[in-house]
């Protein structure tokens, strides 16, 4: 099982605006991460980004997936009854142990969880050509540092780029 976190960043590594905005985050990004995701055929988000995403149009695309939302609540509003809450990063990965690759996808609070953990065992960033000065960043909370190990990189559209990291633990 490899735990894979993936994300649109800002060149500066925001994920959002302060107001949740992410339409600066273009349809060719969002078709190479809704692949990624389909072929894993699973996800974990954070309870702020599954309130988020779900509403969102695209989220469709995502009908077979098993998603897995991170939360202390149990009272949370799921969308389909496939989903599934788990209290904490290690119990949502118990849910998914059986696929090959299990994707993380933000936000900021949640990969920070994860990572502090060390749950993550290889990086996915598309950067996006954009510098956002204040926003959520694409880690937040407690204050720690990782070293990464460089795997590869490929442009995905004309202005992005796609980099590939191993964390090294
Ligand atoms: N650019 C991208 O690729 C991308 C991808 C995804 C999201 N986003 C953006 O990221 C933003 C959301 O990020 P965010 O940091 O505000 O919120 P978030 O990480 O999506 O969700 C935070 C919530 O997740 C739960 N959580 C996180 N760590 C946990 C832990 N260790 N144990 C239990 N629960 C835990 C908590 O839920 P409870 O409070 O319910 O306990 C916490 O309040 C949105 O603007 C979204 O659009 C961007």
Do not use: C
Not at 48 to 73: C, G, H, M, W
Not at 128 to 146: A, C, D, H, R, S
């Amino acid at each position: 099982m490899k735990v894979i976190l993936y994300m649109a960043i800002s060149v500066n590594g925001m994920i959002a605006k302060s107001d949740d905005n992410t339409s600066w985050i273009t349809p060719e990004e969002w078709r190479s991460y809704s692949l990624f995701v389909r072929k894993a055929g699973n996800l974990i988000v954070g309870r702020r980004t599954y309130e988020i995403l779900t509403k969102q149009p695209e989220f469709a695309e995502f009908k077979d997936i098993k998603l897995v939302v991170v939360s202390k609540k149990q009272d949370i509003n799921l969308v389909s009854r496939k989903h599934l809450i788990a209290e904490s990063p290690k119990k949502a990965l118990t849910f998914l142990k059986n696929f090959k690759r299990i994707v993380v996808a933000g936000g900021g609070t949640l990969n920070n969880s994860f990572l502090e953990e060390n749950l993550i065992d290889e990086i996915y960033l598309d950067v996006e050509p954009i510098i956002i000065t204040t926003g959520i960043p694409l880690f937040k909370g407690k204050e720690f540092v990782k070293n990464l190990k460089f795997i590869n990189q490929q442009k995905i559209s004309e202005n992005e780029i796609q980099l590939h990291y191993t964390i090294v633990k």
